[in-house]
């Protein structure tokens, strides 16, 4: 059972940047994909971005491409989402997510694990 815990969510101006963490139990993290998903209030949970499990290969919604990059850091079992320029229309609950995967994937039913999210605010 992988337990995945995120943080670095907060209260940010438009323009501004944050930088979520996701950290994962399992040791061997390494052998899952990993995703990051957001939840806006009154909306369907939205695909972010995905890393696949050597770092080699990432996926990005259209929203966020050029803005949000992906990493992962496997010494430390951490994902990592860097999001740059934030828009008001980001401010979501953001979740991540682990597939056992190879490749990353934009589906949410192909992800085993799920943590409980941290909330993202942007301010206009």
């Known amino acids: 059972q992988v337990q995945l815990v995120e943080s670095g969510g907060g209260l940010v101006q438009a323009g501004g940047s944050l930088k979520l963490s996701c950290a994962a139990s399992e040791p061997t993290f390494r052998s899952y994909a990993m995703g990051w998903f957001r939840q806006a209030p009154g909306k369907e949970r939205e695909f972010v971005a995905a890393?696949?499990?050597?770092?080699?290969?990432?996926y990005y919604a259209d929203s966020v491409k050029g803005r949000f990059t992906i990493a992962r850091d496997i010494a430390k079992n951490t994902v990592y989402l860097q999001m740059n320029s934030l828009k008001p229309e980001d401010t979501a609950v953001y979740c991540c997510?682990?597939?056992?995967?190879?490749?990353?994937?934009?589906?949410?039913?192909?992800?085993?694990?799920w943590g409980l999210g941290t909330h993202v605010t942007v301010s206009s």
């Open positions: 997510a682990a597939a056992h995967a190879i490749l990353g994937t934009t589906r949410a039913d192909e992800y085993d694990y």
């Open positions: 890393i696949s499990w050597s770092g080699g290969t990432t």
